[in-house]
């Protein structure tokens, strides 16, 4: 693990962490979580064992991963967000549910996770979608797909740079877009998705 900072206070088992990447006090990665290069763990953050951030993926603080929780690369994890992975918990041996009936939730590239939003397992947040603070998300989010409330709605979209995209889907930093169903790509001339 050359190059990767843990504080003091933190605490790291996994063996899979990318050169660059920071993990603060009071963070605890778990052995068998996959951490990227350049990442920031926030203070007081969990990463269980199972969980995948990609590179440059930013976890606030007070931010819990779990096992079954994909977070590809430019990822952003706000403070206090929460996410699941057992659609019906239950602590009773009797009726818990099996590990391998858990669900897994996957955060495409460039998302945003608002501040404690929440992420009901079994969804997939769409390539720089931005699901606004304090949603519910429910259901799947469209690429570039702008979500607030509860149960989370589409509300509009978002651009690569974090700004609503007007009516005309042209941001002002010079990115334009075409909608595909209900997600978005960019105009033809530009790179990306």
């Not at 930013?58 to 996410?83: H, I, M, Q």
Request: aromatic share 8%.
């Amino acid at each position: 693990m050359d190059a990767v900072f843990v504080h003091p206070q933190g605490m790291c088992e996994s063996e899979e962490i990318g050169e660059g990447t920071r993990i603060w006090a009071f963070a605890h990665v778990m052995k068998g979580a996959r951490i990227g290069r350049h990442c920031n763990i926030g203070e007081g953050s969990f990463v269980e064992g199972g969980a995948v951030l990609g590179n440059n993926v930013t976890v606030k603080n007070g931010v819990a991963v779990w096992d079954r929780v994909t977070a590809e690369d430019y990822v952003f994890l706000g403070p206090s967000c929460v996410f699941t992975n057992d659609r019906c918990p239950r602590s009773h041996p009797d009726y818990r549910t099996d590990p391998g009936d858990w669900r897994p939730t996957l955060l495409r590239e460039g998302s945003t996770i608002g501040a404690n939003a929440t992420i009901v397992c079994g969804v997939t947040i769409g390539c720089w979608a931005f699901v606004a603070a304090g949603a519910v998300v429910t259901r799947d989010v469209p690429t570039h797909g702008l979500v607030a409330g509860n149960p989370a709605r589409l509300i509009g979209y978002a651009c690569r740079c974090g700004t609503r995209l007007p009516e005309t889907l042209q941001c002002r930093c010079g990115l334009s877009y075409v909608a595909k169903g209900d997600a978005l790509e960019l105009a033809a001339g530009r790179s990306g998705a």
